[in-house]
C-alpha cells in the first residue's frame, strides 16, 4: 500500500498514541517523577511521531531511511525510561501502564525496523529521484516479479523452473 500522508501511517498513528499514553501518565495525579524525568519521557515519547512526520516529508529514501533509525532510537530510548520507572519505588502504581507503553514503544520500534528493512531493498530512491523514466521501470520490475510468483504458484515444486528447487 502506498500512503501519501504521514498521518494514514499505521506506525505513525501507533507512535502518536504511544506519546498521548505517556503523557496521560505524566500529568496524572500520582506521577511522583522529577520534572526532568517528565520531561525527557515525554520528549523522547513525541520524538518518535515527529521523526517518522519529518523523514516522510523528505525527497529521499535515505534521508526517510535516517529519520526511521532517529525515531527507532527514541522508542528504545522511551523504553529504557520505562524499565527505569518500573524498578522504581514511587512508579508501582503505573506497572500496568509501564507495561503497556513498553509494548507498545516496542511495536512501533518493530513497525520501523520492517519499515527501513523494506525501504534499503528498494530500488526507488525516494520522491525527488523520482521521474516518468524510474516510475516506468519500477513499475515493470513490480509487475514481473508478480508474474514470476503467480507462475511459481502453478508449477509443481520438483519443477526445473521452480525458484529454489533446481
Not at 522504581?88 to 501502564?97: I, V
Request: hydrophobic fraction near 30%; proline fraction near 2%; include cysteine.
Amino acid at each position: 500500500m502506498t500512503y501519501s500522508r504521514f498521518e494514514d501511517l499505521p506506525v505513525w498513528q501507533e507512535a502518536i498514541r504511544l506519546a498521548e499514553d505517556v503523557y496521560d501518565m505524566t500529568e496524572s495525579k500520582g506521577w511522583s517523577g522529577t520534572r526532568s524525568l517528565q520531561d525527557q519521557l515525554e520528549r523522547a515519547a513525541l520524538s518518535v511521531s515527529n521523526n517518522i512526520a519529518e523523514g516522510f516529508e523528505r525527497g529521499t529514501t535515505n534521508e526517510l531511511l535516517s529519520f526511521l533509525y532517529i525515531a527507532r532510537g527514541s522508542a528504545g530510548e522511551v523504553r529504557s525510561m520505562l524499565c527505569f520507572l518500573e524498578s522504581r519505588k514511587g512508579f508501582t502504581n503505573f506497572k500496568s501502564q509501564i507495561s503497556n507503553l513498553k509494548s507498545l514503544a516496542e511495536s512501533c520500534s518493530r513497525q520501523l525496523r520492517a519499515w527501513a528493512d523494506h525501504l534499503q531493498n528498494s530500488d526507488i530512491q525516494g520522491q525527488r529521484r523520482l521521474n516518468e523514466k524510474t516510475r516506468s521501470q519500477y513499475r515493470s520490475k513490480k509487475d514481473a516479479e508478480e508474474f514470476r510468483k503467480e507462475l511459481e504458484k502453478s508449477l509443481p515444486p520438483n519443477h526445473p523452473l521452480f525458484k529454489g528447487k533446481q
